[in-house]
């Protein structure tokens, strides 16, 4: 029997916000340093070359770039053969990292869901969330180009051992979150035809998050982004009581 819940799982659910709201850029960590993105004090930025890896600062940047050089180049390089002599393949790659990028906060939240971290943080060594969209480039709304196919969970080997490399940058992350007090790295695969991006999530310990447990995830996973919407604000239970955000 599906579960009933007394309040919807984010805020504006049912009513988008009346006026646009600012982009999501997730929780970044500077991959370097290991600080945390304080936007009103300085923004991160990304790697141009893989579009995933975050740094804190240009010295942060070169500092990390022996060491981040085989990964970067290694993803770099599979989106170059992936890609068909195609105009629209090649804006399937950018609209890929857009979207990442764009709902990097809901596609968190939906792992850490969908993994049932909070009740079962084991299941972070052993599973994967893979998200498998449909594409419609016609769409005048870069925000509205991406639909859910459908979702699985996965063994997390599914995505570390088919590529020893990614496998090996997930290691690396998951190293540095136990070390500040997390459970490790969740993975999350986001697949569109041939095209896929691996999203690794440093997931803090259960009891320091307030995210509430919610069974109905893949609904407001589809509802947001068939929506087009960039606003999720996760609803969380705390001594103050309901809070989204």
Not at 66 to 95: F, G, N, W
Not at 156 to 184: A, M, W
């Amino acid at each position: 029997m599906a579960a009933v819940y007394a309040q919807p799982a984010a805020a504006n659910y049912f009513t988008a916000p009346a006026h646009a709201a600012p982009k999501q850029r997730g929780y970044r960590i500077c991959d370097n340093c290991g600080s945390v993105e304080q936007p009103h004090l300085g923004r991160f930025r990304l790697c141009g070359g893989c579009m995933t890896t975050q740094y804190c600062s240009q010295d942060c940047q070169k500092s990390h770039w022996p060491s981040h050089k085989p990964i970067c180049q290694h993803t770099a390089s599979q989106i170059s053969t992936a890609k068909q002599p195609s105009p629209i393949d090649e804006r399937l790659v950018k609209d890929l990292r857009k979207f990442v990028s764009g709902h990097a906060s809901l596609i968190s939240w939906a792992g850490f869901q969908a993994l049932q971290l909070k009740r079962l943080p084991s299941n972070i060594r052993q599973n994967a969330l893979l998200i498998e969209l449909n594409y419609r480039p016609s769409s005048l709304d870069s925000l509205r180009r991406f639909s859910i196919k459908g979702t699985h969970i996965v063994p997390r080997t599914y995505v570390t051992d088919n590529d020893p490399l990614v496998g090996q940058d997930i290691l690396r992350r998951e190293e540095r979150c136990r070390k500040s007090g997390g459970i490790g790295c969740a993975v999350i695969l986001v697949q569109c035809g041939e095209i896929s991006q691996v999203m690794p999530v440093e997931v803090d310990s259960p009891a320091r998050i307030s995210w509430d447990a919610r069974e109905d995830w893949m609904q407001v996973l589809q509802h947001f982004i068939e929506s087009g919407r960039t606003d999720f604000k996760p609803i969380s239970t705390t001594p103050r009581g309901i809070v989204y955000g």
